[in-house]
Protein backbone atom coordinates (compact mmCIF):
# COMPACT_ATOMS: atom_id res chain seq x y z
CA UNK A 1 0.00 0.00 0.00
CA UNK A 2 2.68 2.35 0.78
CA UNK A 3 4.44 1.94 -2.40
CA UNK A 4 0.97 2.18 -4.29
CA UNK A 5 0.03 5.54 -2.55
CA UNK A 6 3.61 6.72 -3.20
CA UNK A 7 3.67 6.06 -6.85
CA UNK A 8 0.31 8.13 -6.85
CA UNK A 9 1.65 10.63 -5.44
CA UNK A 10 4.29 11.08 -7.43
CA UNK A 11 2.43 10.46 -10.90
CA UNK A 12 -0.11 13.83 -9.43
CA UNK A 13 2.55 16.09 -9.06
CA UNK A 14 4.49 15.71 -12.03
CA UNK A 15 0.90 16.02 -13.75
CA UNK A 16 0.81 19.60 -11.69
CA UNK A 17 4.52 20.88 -12.08
CA UNK A 18 4.34 19.72 -16.05
CA UNK A 19 1.17 22.13 -16.54
CA UNK A 20 1.81 25.00 -13.95
CA UNK A 21 5.67 24.91 -14.20
CA UNK A 22 6.69 26.01 -11.00
CA UNK A 23 10.57 27.24 -9.84
CA UNK A 24 12.24 24.75 -7.68
CA UNK A 25 15.05 25.66 -4.93
CA UNK A 26 16.25 22.55 -3.91
CA UNK A 27 18.13 22.57 -0.51
CA UNK A 28 20.62 20.29 0.73
CA UNK A 29 23.55 19.20 2.73
CA UNK A 30 23.98 18.21 6.19
CA UNK A 31 23.98 21.48 8.54
CA UNK A 32 21.35 24.41 8.09
CA UNK A 33 19.04 22.83 5.35
CA UNK A 34 16.27 24.08 7.32
CA UNK A 35 17.24 27.92 8.01
CA UNK A 36 18.22 27.58 4.49
CA UNK A 37 15.23 27.09 3.38
CA UNK A 38 13.27 29.25 5.74
CA UNK A 39 15.54 32.53 4.52
CA UNK A 40 15.35 31.79 1.00
CA UNK A 41 11.22 31.82 0.94
CA UNK A 42 11.52 34.94 3.31
CA UNK A 43 13.47 36.72 0.87
CA UNK A 44 11.52 35.78 -2.02
CA UNK A 45 8.12 36.68 -0.82
CA UNK A 46 8.12 40.27 -1.50
CA UNK A 47 8.16 39.75 -5.07
CA UNK A 48 7.28 36.07 -5.77
CA UNK A 49 4.09 33.57 -4.91
CA UNK A 50 6.19 31.27 -2.56
CA UNK A 51 4.48 28.17 -0.85
CA UNK A 52 4.52 28.17 2.63
CA UNK A 53 6.50 25.17 4.24
CA UNK A 54 4.48 22.44 5.34
CA UNK A 55 6.19 20.71 8.78
CA UNK A 56 9.88 19.36 7.82
CA UNK A 57 8.77 17.51 5.25
CA UNK A 58 11.92 16.68 3.01
CA UNK A 59 11.45 12.69 1.63
CA UNK A 60 9.80 10.90 -0.56
CA UNK A 61 6.57 11.49 0.98
CA UNK A 62 6.98 14.63 2.08
CA UNK A 63 8.29 16.21 -1.05
CA UNK A 64 5.12 15.17 -3.26
CA UNK A 65 3.28 16.64 -0.28
CA UNK A 66 4.58 20.32 -0.15
CA UNK A 67 3.66 20.29 -3.55
CA UNK A 68 -0.11 19.86 -2.82
CA UNK A 69 0.26 21.51 -0.16
CA UNK A 70 -1.12 18.98 1.92
CA UNK A 71 -0.44 17.32 5.85
CA UNK A 72 0.39 13.86 6.04
CA UNK A 73 -2.86 11.66 6.81
CA UNK A 74 -0.88 9.09 8.94
CA UNK A 75 -2.18 5.73 8.80
CA UNK A 76 -5.42 6.82 7.72
CA UNK A 77 -5.89 4.89 4.04
CA UNK A 78 -9.23 6.90 3.55
CA UNK A 79 -7.37 9.81 4.01
CA UNK A 80 -4.67 9.06 1.77
CA UNK A 81 -7.22 8.38 -0.62
CA UNK A 82 -9.72 11.07 -0.38
CA UNK A 83 -5.87 13.49 -0.57
CA UNK A 84 -5.16 11.29 -3.69
CA UNK A 85 -8.81 12.24 -5.21
CA UNK A 86 -8.78 16.24 -4.35
CA UNK A 87 -6.72 18.87 -6.29
CA UNK A 88 -4.92 21.46 -4.82
CA UNK A 89 -6.02 25.04 -5.12
CA UNK A 90 -3.40 26.36 -7.79
CA UNK A 91 0.20 26.05 -7.76
CA UNK A 92 2.34 28.39 -6.06
CA UNK A 93 4.80 30.10 -8.28
CA UNK A 94 7.86 29.23 -6.23
CA UNK A 95 8.78 26.15 -3.59
CA UNK A 96 11.60 25.80 -1.42
CA UNK A 97 12.36 22.05 -0.76
CA UNK A 98 14.59 20.01 1.52
CA UNK A 99 16.13 17.54 -0.21
CA UNK A 100 17.35 14.65 2.70
CA UNK A 101 19.19 11.62 2.63
CA UNK A 102 19.75 8.61 4.95
CA UNK A 103 20.70 5.18 2.63
CA UNK A 104 22.57 5.56 -0.61
CA UNK A 105 20.27 6.32 -3.73
CA UNK A 106 17.60 8.22 -1.95
CA UNK A 107 18.60 11.47 -3.95
CA UNK A 108 18.12 9.80 -7.08
CA UNK A 109 14.41 8.84 -5.85
CA UNK A 110 13.83 12.22 -4.27
CA UNK A 111 15.17 13.82 -8.14
CA UNK A 112 13.00 11.65 -10.12
CA UNK A 113 9.77 13.13 -7.21
CA UNK A 114 10.58 16.99 -8.18
CA UNK A 115 13.31 17.95 -10.33
CA UNK A 116 15.00 21.33 -9.14
CA UNK A 117 15.74 24.23 -11.09
CA UNK A 118 17.64 25.77 -8.43
CA UNK A 119 19.90 24.11 -6.04
CA UNK A 120 21.74 25.08 -2.50
CA UNK A 121 24.48 22.66 -0.59
CA UNK A 122 25.17 23.47 2.62
CA UNK A 123 28.02 21.96 4.69
CA UNK A 124 28.70 18.51 4.83
CA UNK A 125 29.20 16.70 7.93
CA UNK A 126 29.03 12.71 8.91
CA UNK A 127 25.11 13.36 10.02
CA UNK A 128 23.40 10.18 8.12
CA UNK A 129 26.56 8.36 7.09
CA UNK A 130 25.58 5.68 9.09
CA UNK A 131 24.11 3.96 5.51
CA UNK A 132 27.20 5.33 4.18
CA UNK A 133 30.62 3.61 3.55
CA UNK A 134 32.33 7.24 3.61
CA UNK A 135 31.65 10.48 4.29
CA UNK A 136 32.67 11.23 0.79
CA UNK A 137 30.14 8.76 -0.58
CA UNK A 138 27.92 10.80 1.32
CA UNK A 139 28.76 13.20 0.06
CA UNK A 140 28.31 12.27 -3.62
CA UNK A 141 24.73 10.95 -2.79
CA UNK A 142 23.92 14.59 -1.75
CA UNK A 143 25.69 15.88 -5.31
CA UNK A 144 23.09 14.54 -7.44
CA UNK A 145 21.27 17.54 -6.49
CA UNK A 146 23.38 19.69 -7.75
CA UNK A 147 23.95 17.51 -10.76
CA UNK A 148 20.20 17.68 -12.14
CA UNK A 149 20.02 21.15 -11.97
CA UNK A 150 19.49 22.06 -15.96
CA UNK A 151 21.95 24.11 -17.81
CA UNK A 152 19.73 27.39 -17.37
CA UNK A 153 19.69 26.95 -13.39
CA UNK A 154 21.99 27.66 -10.43
CA UNK A 155 24.08 26.03 -8.01
CA UNK A 156 24.48 27.66 -4.98
CA UNK A 157 27.87 26.00 -3.02
CA UNK A 158 28.90 26.78 0.62
CA UNK A 159 32.60 28.14 0.35
CA UNK A 160 33.48 27.64 3.53
CA UNK A 161 33.72 23.84 3.62
CA UNK A 162 36.03 22.57 0.78
CA UNK A 163 34.34 19.27 0.81
CA UNK A 164 31.17 20.82 -0.92
CA UNK A 165 33.34 22.96 -3.08
CA UNK A 166 35.18 20.05 -4.29
CA UNK A 167 31.50 18.87 -5.63
CA UNK A 168 31.18 21.69 -7.90
CA UNK A 169 32.09 19.43 -10.99
CA UNK A 170 29.56 17.78 -10.46
CA UNK A 171 27.10 20.87 -11.80
CA UNK A 172 25.84 21.47 -15.47
CA UNK A 173 24.65 24.76 -14.56
CA UNK A 174 26.58 27.96 -13.32
CA UNK A 175 27.42 28.30 -10.12
CA UNK A 176 28.11 30.55 -7.22
CA UNK A 177 29.29 30.27 -4.02
CA UNK A 178 28.38 31.84 -0.39
CA UNK A 179 29.46 31.94 2.84
CA UNK A 180 32.36 33.30 5.16
CA UNK A 181 35.37 32.74 3.19
CA UNK A 182 36.52 36.42 1.67
CA UNK A 183 36.94 34.36 -1.82
CA UNK A 184 33.02 33.18 -2.11
CA UNK A 185 30.61 35.18 -4.56
CA UNK A 186 28.04 35.87 -2.12
CA UNK A 187 30.17 36.14 1.28
CA UNK A 188 29.36 38.00 5.10
CA UNK A 189 31.55 40.64 6.34
CA UNK A 190 32.10 42.54 9.81
CA UNK A 191 29.41 39.86 11.56
CA UNK A 192 28.94 40.27 15.11
CA UNK A 193 26.55 39.52 17.98
CA UNK A 194 25.45 41.84 20.68
CA UNK A 195 23.92 40.41 24.56
CA UNK A 196 22.37 41.30 27.16
CA UNK A 197 24.82 41.10 29.59
CA UNK A 198 23.10 42.64 32.75
CA UNK A 199 21.81 40.12 35.43
CA UNK A 200 18.70 38.81 34.36
CA UNK A 201 16.41 37.76 31.31
CA UNK A 202 13.11 38.08 30.89
CA UNK A 203 9.77 36.76 28.57
CA UNK A 204 9.38 39.08 26.00
CA UNK A 205 12.80 40.88 26.01
CA UNK A 206 15.20 41.66 23.43
CA UNK A 207 18.22 38.80 24.44
CA UNK A 208 20.38 39.58 21.36
CA UNK A 209 21.12 40.95 18.14
CA UNK A 210 23.41 39.62 15.12
CA UNK A 211 24.50 42.26 12.48
CA UNK A 212 26.59 41.46 9.56
CA UNK A 213 26.75 42.44 5.89
CA UNK A 214 26.22 40.39 2.75
CA UNK A 215 28.82 41.25 -0.18
CA UNK A 216 28.44 40.27 -3.77
CA UNK A 217 30.64 42.19 -6.51
CA UNK A 218 30.54 45.94 -5.64
CA UNK A 219 27.18 45.70 -3.81
CA UNK A 220 26.94 45.26 0.06
CA UNK A 221 23.86 44.69 2.36
CA UNK A 222 23.66 45.26 5.88
CA UNK A 223 21.26 42.89 7.86
CA UNK A 224 20.52 43.22 11.52
CA UNK A 225 18.21 40.40 13.04
CA UNK A 226 17.36 40.15 16.56
CA UNK A 227 16.63 37.40 19.01
CA UNK A 228 18.07 34.99 16.05
CA UNK A 229 21.45 33.20 16.60
CA UNK A 230 24.27 31.55 14.87
CA UNK A 231 27.60 32.15 12.37
CA UNK A 232 25.29 29.44 10.17
CA UNK A 233 21.97 31.91 10.43
CA UNK A 234 24.33 34.61 8.53
CA UNK A 235 25.03 32.14 5.63
CA UNK A 236 21.62 31.15 5.49
CA UNK A 237 20.99 34.41 4.54
CA UNK A 238 23.98 34.83 2.26
CA UNK A 239 22.92 31.55 0.26
CA UNK A 240 19.32 33.31 0.05
CA UNK A 241 20.76 36.98 -1.33
CA UNK A 242 22.39 34.99 -3.81
CA UNK A 243 19.42 32.40 -5.40
CA UNK A 244 17.16 36.31 -4.99
CA UNK A 245 19.61 37.88 -6.91
CA UNK A 246 19.46 34.81 -9.60
CA UNK A 247 15.56 35.23 -9.82
CA UNK A 248 15.56 39.19 -10.40
CA UNK A 249 15.52 40.41 -6.64
CA UNK A 250 16.39 43.55 -6.01
CA UNK A 251 18.47 45.11 -2.92
CA UNK A 252 15.47 46.80 -1.92
CA UNK A 253 13.09 43.55 -1.79
CA UNK A 254 15.47 42.12 -0.39
CA UNK A 255 16.27 44.47 2.17
CA UNK A 256 12.63 45.01 3.13
CA UNK A 257 11.84 41.19 3.35
CA UNK A 258 14.50 40.35 6.09
CA UNK A 259 12.02 41.44 8.78
CA UNK A 260 9.59 38.65 7.44
CA UNK A 261 12.29 35.90 8.45
CA UNK A 262 11.36 33.69 10.95
CA UNK A 263 13.31 30.77 11.69
CA UNK A 264 11.79 27.09 12.95
CA UNK A 265 11.63 26.25 16.90
CA UNK A 266 14.73 24.30 18.37
CA UNK A 267 17.15 26.35 15.70
CA UNK A 268 19.05 27.99 18.49
CA UNK A 269 16.43 29.92 19.78
CA UNK A 270 16.60 32.28 22.28
CA UNK A 271 13.89 31.34 25.28
CA UNK A 272 13.65 32.89 28.33
CA UNK A 273 14.38 30.81 31.41
CA UNK A 274 13.50 29.63 34.91
CA UNK A 275 14.82 32.26 37.29
CA UNK A 276 15.97 34.36 35.11
CA UNK A 277 18.48 32.72 33.06
CA UNK A 278 18.48 32.61 29.05
CA UNK A 279 17.97 29.13 27.26
CA UNK A 280 19.74 28.66 23.56
CA UNK A 281 17.34 26.09 22.16
CA UNK A 282 19.17 23.95 19.51
CA UNK A 283 17.02 20.74 21.01
CA UNK A 284 15.50 19.78 17.06
CA UNK A 285 18.78 18.25 15.85
CA UNK A 286 22.52 17.94 16.06
CA UNK A 287 25.60 16.87 13.65
CA UNK A 288 29.09 17.75 14.50
CA UNK A 289 29.24 21.07 12.37
CA UNK A 290 25.99 22.42 13.83
CA UNK A 291 27.36 21.21 17.61
CA UNK A 292 30.88 23.07 17.38
CA UNK A 293 28.59 26.25 15.71
CA UNK A 294 26.70 25.93 18.38
CA UNK A 295 29.30 25.77 21.35
CA UNK A 296 30.97 28.75 19.18
CA UNK A 297 27.76 30.84 19.65
CA UNK A 298 27.40 30.00 23.39
CA UNK A 299 31.35 31.45 24.05
CA UNK A 300 29.76 34.88 22.62
CA UNK A 301 27.63 35.16 25.62
CA UNK A 302 29.28 36.81 28.44
CA UNK A 303 27.37 36.05 31.77
CA UNK A 304 27.08 38.79 34.53
CA UNK A 305 28.22 38.38 37.59
CA UNK A 306 28.89 34.71 39.00
CA UNK A 307 26.52 33.70 35.87
CA UNK A 308 28.38 30.48 33.92
CA UNK A 309 27.88 29.71 30.35
CA UNK A 310 26.25 25.91 30.60
CA UNK A 311 25.85 23.13 27.66
CA UNK A 312 23.79 20.59 27.93
CA UNK A 313 24.34 18.46 25.42
CA UNK A 314 22.62 14.95 24.02
CA UNK A 315 23.78 12.21 21.54
CA UNK A 316 23.89 12.92 17.54
CA UNK A 317 22.58 10.28 15.69
CA UNK A 318 23.25 8.24 12.39
CA UNK A 319 27.04 8.90 12.53
CA UNK A 320 27.67 4.58 11.92
CA UNK A 321 31.49 4.62 12.67
CA UNK A 322 31.89 7.90 13.43
CA UNK A 323 29.90 8.22 16.35
CA UNK A 324 33.13 8.04 19.19
CA UNK A 325 35.52 10.13 17.36
CA UNK A 326 32.78 12.86 16.86
CA UNK A 327 31.44 12.76 20.79
CA UNK A 328 35.12 13.06 21.41
CA UNK A 329 35.44 16.17 19.74
CA UNK A 330 32.42 17.67 20.77
CA UNK A 331 33.83 17.04 24.00
CA UNK A 332 36.95 19.08 23.31
CA UNK A 333 35.30 21.61 21.85
CA UNK A 334 33.24 22.21 25.12
CA UNK A 335 36.44 23.00 27.21
CA UNK A 336 37.80 24.72 24.37
CA UNK A 337 35.10 27.36 24.63
CA UNK A 338 35.00 27.77 28.04
CA UNK A 339 32.02 25.87 29.08
CA UNK A 340 31.43 26.15 32.76
CA UNK A 341 29.02 23.45 33.19
CA UNK A 342 28.97 20.38 31.21
CA UNK A 343 25.82 18.24 31.11
CA UNK A 344 25.87 15.38 29.19
CA UNK A 345 22.65 13.49 28.10
CA UNK A 346 22.19 9.61 27.26
CA UNK A 347 24.86 6.45 26.79
CA UNK A 348 26.34 7.41 23.41
CA UNK A 349 27.03 10.91 24.26
CA UNK A 350 29.47 10.12 26.58
CA UNK A 351 31.98 10.10 24.75
CA UNK A 352 31.27 14.17 25.11
CA UNK A 353 31.93 13.53 29.04
CA UNK A 354 34.99 12.18 28.20
CA UNK A 355 36.35 14.22 25.77
CA UNK A 356 36.04 17.40 27.71
CA UNK A 357 37.28 15.84 30.94
CA UNK A 358 40.60 14.67 28.83
CA UNK A 359 41.06 18.20 27.12
CA UNK A 360 40.92 19.92 30.86
CA UNK A 361 37.48 19.74 31.99
CA UNK A 362 37.41 19.53 36.33
CA UNK A 363 35.13 16.12 37.02
CA UNK A 364 33.89 18.63 39.09
CA UNK A 365 31.65 20.56 36.14
CA UNK A 366 30.99 17.81 34.45
CA UNK A 367 27.68 16.12 34.97
CA UNK A 368 26.06 13.05 33.04
CA UNK A 369 22.60 11.27 33.14
CA UNK A 370 20.91 9.12 31.13
CA UNK A 371 17.79 10.17 30.09
CA UNK A 372 16.44 14.09 28.90
CA UNK A 373 13.92 14.11 32.51
CA UNK A 374 16.43 13.19 34.62
CA UNK A 375 18.58 16.23 33.33
CA UNK A 376 16.00 18.70 33.46
CA UNK A 377 15.09 17.79 37.15
CA UNK A 378 19.13 18.21 38.05
CA UNK A 379 19.10 22.22 36.12
CA UNK A 380 15.63 22.45 37.98
CA UNK A 381 17.91 22.79 41.02
CA UNK A 382 21.27 24.12 39.75
CA UNK A 383 20.60 27.02 36.92
CA UNK A 384 20.88 30.74 38.64
CA UNK A 385 20.31 33.91 37.25
CA UNK A 386 22.07 35.11 34.33
CA UNK A 387 22.88 31.61 33.21
CA UNK A 388 22.98 31.18 29.82
CA UNK A 389 22.08 27.37 28.95
CA UNK A 390 22.65 26.15 25.71
CA UNK A 391 20.89 22.46 24.68
CA UNK A 392 21.31 20.35 21.98
CA UNK A 393 21.12 16.69 20.69
CA UNK A 394 19.84 15.17 17.80
CA UNK A 395 15.87 14.15 17.52
CA UNK A 396 16.07 10.64 19.04
CA UNK A 397 17.61 12.66 22.18
CA UNK A 398 14.48 14.38 23.04
CA UNK A 399 16.16 17.03 24.27
CA UNK A 400 13.28 19.43 24.02
CA UNK A 401 12.07 18.05 27.36
CA UNK A 402 14.88 19.71 28.96
CA UNK A 403 13.92 22.90 27.46
CA UNK A 404 10.43 22.74 28.67
CA UNK A 405 11.19 21.98 31.84
CA UNK A 406 13.70 25.08 32.23
CA UNK A 407 11.76 27.81 29.84
CA UNK A 408 9.90 30.78 32.12
CA UNK A 409 6.65 30.02 30.52
CA UNK A 410 6.16 26.03 29.91
CA UNK A 411 2.45 26.84 28.75
CA UNK A 412 4.16 28.22 26.02
CA UNK A 413 6.02 25.21 24.77
CA UNK A 414 3.18 24.38 21.87
CA UNK A 415 4.84 27.55 20.51
CA UNK A 416 7.92 27.89 21.20
CA UNK A 417 9.21 23.85 21.05
CA UNK A 418 9.64 21.02 18.50
CA UNK A 419 8.02 17.74 18.68
CA UNK A 420 4.66 19.21 20.70
CA UNK A 421 2.41 17.14 19.39
CA UNK A 422 0.95 14.53 20.57
CA UNK A 423 2.45 11.45 19.21
CA UNK A 424 5.56 12.82 20.69
CA UNK A 425 4.45 13.96 23.95
CA UNK A 426 3.60 10.32 24.72
CA UNK A 427 6.95 8.72 24.48
Not at 72 to 93: A, C, E, N, Y
Not at 369 to 391: C, E, R
Request: proline letters at 5%.
Amino acid sequence: MKSFIQKCLVQKVHGLIAKHQPIIIGVTGSVGKTSTRDAIAALLSSTHDVAPNIKNYNNEFGLPLTILGKVSPGRSVFGWLSLLLSSPKRLHQVYVLEYAIDHPGDMDHLCEIVMPTVAVMTRISPVHAEFFRSIEELAEEKAKLIACVPEDGLVVLNADDPRVIGLSGHAQAPHVTYGFSSSADVHVVDYGVWTRDDFSFKPGELFSKMSFGIVQNEGRLDMEIKNVLGRNVAGSMAAAVAVARHLGVSDADVFASIPKVVFEPGRLNPIAGIKGSLILDGSYNAAPASMQAALETLAEFHPAQNARRIAVLGHMAELGAYTGEEHRQIGFKAAEVGVDVLVVVGEVADGIRHGAIEAGMSESTVEFFSDPVSAGHWLDAHVHTGDIVLVKGSQSARMEKVVKDLMAEPLRAPDLLVRQESYWLET
